[in-house]
């Protein structure tokens, strides 16, 4: 995969108004699917199966806790990403 191909993967994934209100949402930190449907008002199924393309996309990170799975961003480098596009939204 060259480097063009990998971006257009990464922000294709971002693209999605679900997935970027969970990515966004876990910018104040790690939240546990439900938690996630609440604040971003979509199905646990939908923030479920975005999570799961979030994950493979290395943006963000899991933990088992008993029976729940707690999500966060993966690194600093996707809290940056997010961040400078939010201020470059701000900007324009």
């Known amino acids: 995969m ?3 191909e ?5 922000f294709s ?6 997935r970027l209100r969970a990515l966004l ?3 104040d930190g790690e939240r546990c699917v439900c938690d996630l449907s609440d604040e971003t008002g ?3 199924s939908s923030v479920s199966h975005g999570l799961r393309l979030l994950r493979a996309r290395g ?6 806790e008993g029976r729940h799975m707690y999500y966060r961003l993966a690194d600093h480098h ?3 990403l ?11």
Not at 6 to 10: Q, V
Not at 13 to 18: G, N, R, V
Not at 59 to 64: A, E, F, I, P
């Open 2 to 4: 060259t480097d063009a």
């Open 6 to 10: 990998g971006l257009a993967a990464i």
């Open 13 to 18: 994934c971002m693209a999605d108004p679900t």
């Open 25 to 27: 949402t876990l910018l």
């Open 42 to 44: 979509a199905s646990v």
């Open 59 to 64: 943006l963000v990170s899991r933990r088992r």
């Open 78 to 80: 996707v809290e940056e």
């Open 82 to 92: 997010l961040r400078t596009a939010i201020e470059h939204l701000e900007h324009i």
